[in-house]
């Protein structure tokens, strides 16, 4: 992991830097001591090779010799040490056998040297921040189903829930998924954007922020909020942003 890692844990949020990462494992008595093995499926890369993504399935190994399936997201930055992870998500899955198949990768169709513009990097960061704002903005307008369909890549994976063994894949099929159960032609949730990373090729980006349901909360309680990671991708840097993991 890199030393600016993000990782979203619930209820303690955006948890960065590897020293915070280490800590709150520290303090999971189950888990903290662990070994985790995983195998990835799935990824991309940005044009100028230094930004990609994976995912895949993991496998917890306790102390207490019980193990724990998951499946995981990682968005990787390389520098002059090697690549690094810069966010990473994992959750549990069914311990039924999920399909470990190689997927095809989310790749450019041809390599670029990086650049080191910071302007045109700034430029590439600040349209990817607009369109997350503008998935979450229009998404309350037309619907949470719509939205999905309308701002996801057909390449698109998402993890899904802990009832799940593995992932899914396409913008239909995940905007149906993240909908099911909530009012049609509306979105139960809301949410922004707090930061983005994105590689200088502008085709691979992340962006980072927080869920919150649009129903107002109990009384006298605060408005609950979730961290969350979305990978995005485009096929130049004319072109529109989509999502193509989650």
Not at 21 to 44: C, F, K, N, S, Y
Not at 90 to 96: E, F, L, M, S
Not at 110 to 116: E, F, G, I, N, Y
Not at 185 to 197: C, F, M, Q, T
Request: cysteine-free; glycine content about 12%; hydrophobic content about 45%.
């Amino acid at each position: 992991m890199a030393a600016d890692v993000t990782v979203p844990m619930a209820g303690l949020g955006l948890v960065d830097g590897i020293a915070a990462v280490r800590e709150a494992l520290a303090r999971d008595t189950l888990d903290g001591r662990a070994h985790l093995i995983w195998q990835p499926t799935g990824g991309g890369l940005s044009a100028d090779g230094q930004h990609g993504f994976t995912y895949g399935f993991t496998m917890l190994a306790r102390a207490d010799g019980t193990q724990v399936p998951g499946k995981y997201l990682a968005y990787w930055v390389r520098d002059a040490r090697g690549w690094r992870m810069r966010a990473y998500r994992r959750i549990r899955r069914t311990g039924a056998p999920a399909d470990s198949a190689r997927r095809p990768g989310v790749l450019p169709g041809a390599l670029v040297p990086p650049v080191s513009d910071v302007a045109a990097i700034e430029r590439h960061r600040a349209s990817l921040l607009f369109a997350e704002r503008a998935f979450a903005r229009e998404s309350q307008e037309i619907g949470l189903q719509a939205g999905f369909a309308r701002f996801g890549s057909p390449q698109a994976m998402n993890l899904g829930g802990p009832a799940t063994p593995g992932f899914t894949f396409g913008n239909i099929a995940i905007a149906a998924l993240v909908s099911a159960g909530g009012p049609p032609g509306k979105s139960a949730v809301d949410w922004w954007p707090e930061r983005a990373l994105v590689a200088s090729s502008g085709d691979l980006g992340v962006t980072f922020g927080y869920i919150t349901p649009n129903d107002p909360p109990a009384a006298g309680q605060p408005r609950p909020r979730f961290p969350f990671f979305t990978v995005w991708h485009r096929a130049s840097p004319d072109a529109p942003w989509r999502y193509v993991a989650e």
